[in-house]
């Protein structure tokens, strides 16, 4: 059923939260921002959001802010007039690089919004992905005790049915499962993954291999982009917005970050020799932290070292070589699984997310 074009308008007052609220209900990656007689004021992609966050953009400002903050000379959107033809907003895409364009009529009105899965498919390039299930989870003890970290439940199913669920809702059909601390009870619960709808193979670590080591372990070297992630993770992410990220910048890996904010519990002085030049009372400071989800050219594979490695060995070896290593900023719902208190919140937050997942 076709999405009305309405429903990707937003007010130039509207926050950007509510931008990206918008673009993840749609599913088309894109706001139109329209004033009262539906004429385009601008575009926000998710891109445009996600890169906004990176450098420092509050999800809280408008999106007429935004705009103007991100395009203060005024820049005209992408548009096309109502009577081109799809081959010609196929070139249009191909001469700009976007994958979204307004569609206007002679008063300047949007009447339509054409998203290149629409037109081909095939736009959306095929995608493996694997999922590190291999640790004791140590910190989850006594929990762990009897099952892998990732077959605990999280409301009424394992958390690694919940991200299984997740891949094949993007479109992903070849999954690798690595493991190694009790294998055998993801094996059996998953099997060839049939009755999942996905097709699941393992690789079995007869040691710990770090977060990126087993990926030598592969039966063959992928073709296309590899999503790796941990198997301890519930997550909202978008993944195919991980994937048209990835491929917009042109990086040979990503790496999704998260927002973590630490709160100073005192208050803290600034000097300059002995001068103090300000006092800040309990100040929160915030930072990207790894997420645990990589998106992975098929050439990364070459510089996973042959012994036990971790993504973050990973990620400094390519930076070393010169190769394009990015950030994607989660916006979406995530928790990282560690310890006793993210597994009690995890089974508070489930069934406020399970619709989604």
């Known amino acids: 059923m076709k999405v009305p074009i309405e429903s990707s308008f937003v007010s130039p007052a509207v926050t950007l939260r509510a931008c990206f609220e918008s673009i993840d209900r749609t599913g088309r990656g894109i706001?139109?921002?329209?004033?009262?007689?539906?004429?385009?004021?601008?575009?926000?992609?998710?891109?445009?959001?996600?890169?906004?966050?990176?450098?420092?953009?509050?999800?809280?400002?408008?999106?007429?802010?935004?705009?103007?903050?991100?395009?203060p000379d005024g820049q005209v959107p992408i548009t096309a007039p109502q009577d081109a033809s799809s081959s010609d907003v196929l070139r249009l895409m191909a001469e700009k690089g976007v994958r979204q364009i307004p569609i206007m009529n002679e008063q300047g009105v949007v009447v339509d919004l054409v998203v290149i899965d629409g037109l081909l498919p095939e736009a959306m390039a095929p995608m493996g992905?694997?999922?590190?299930?291999?640790?004791?989870?140590?910190?989850?003890?006594?929990?762990?005790?009897?099952?892998?970290?990732?077959?605990?439940?999280?409301?009424?199913?394992?958390?690694?049915?919940?991200?299984?669920?997740?891949?094949?809702?993007?479109?992903?059909?070849?999954?690798?499962?690595?493991?190694?601390?009790?294998?055998?009870?993801?094996?059996?619960?998953?099997?060839?993954?049939?009755?999942?709808?996905?097709?699941?193979?393992y690789v079995e670590e007869e040691s710990p291999l770090g977060t990126a080591g087993g990926l030598n372990l592969l039966a063959k070297k992928p073709e296309?982009?590899?999503?790796?992630?941990?198997?301890?993770?519930?997550?909202?992410?978008?993944?195919?917005?991980?994937?048209?990220?990835?491929?917009?910048?042109?990086?040979?890996?990503?790496?999704?970050?998260?927002?973590?904010?630490?709160?100073?519990?005192?208050?803290?002085?600034?000097?300059?020799?002995?001068?103090?030049?300000?006092l800040q009372e309990k100040p929160v400071y915030d930072f990207f932290v790894n997420a645990g989800i990589y998106l992975l050219e098929p050439t990364v594979f070459e510089y996973v070292p042959a012994d036990k490695c971790n993504m973050t060995d990973l990620v400094d070896i390519l930076i070393a070589e010169g190769k394009k290593v990015i950030g994607f900023p989660i916006i979406e719902y995530w928790l990282d699984i560690g310890r006793r208190e993210e597994y009690e919140q995890a089974q508070n937050d489930v069934n406020g997310l399970e619709k989604r997942l």
């Not at 575009?43 to 802010?65: P, Q």
Request: proline share 4%.
């Open 129 to 201: 992905a694997v999922v590190m299930a291999g640790g004791a989870g140590t910190r989850l003890m006594p929990l762990t005790e009897q099952m892998p970290k990732p077959m605990l439940p999280v409301g009424d199913r394992p958390l690694l049915e919940l991200i299984v669920d997740q891949l094949k809702a993007a479109q992903i059909e070849q999954l690798t499962i690595t493991t190694h601390y009790k294998s055998d009870q993801i094996k059996d619960h998953f099997g060839d993954g049939k009755k999942f709808g996905i097709d699941i193979s």
């Open 224 to 278: 296309n982009p590899m999503l790796v992630l941990n198997g301890d993770i519930l997550t909202q992410l978008d993944f195919r917005a991980l994937f048209d990220f990835h491929r917009e910048h042109g990086a040979d890996l990503t790496v999704s970050v998260s927002k973590y904010d630490v709160e100073v519990p005192f208050g803290v002085v600034d000097c300059t020799g002995a001068q103090v030049t300000r």
């Open 31 to 71: 706001v139109l921002v329209v004033d009262e007689a539906r004429c385009l004021i601008g575009t926000i992609s998710d891109g445009d959001l996600r890169r906004g966050i990176l450098s420092g953009v509050s999800l809280s400002i408008s999106a007429g802010a935004f705009l103007s903050q991100t395009y």
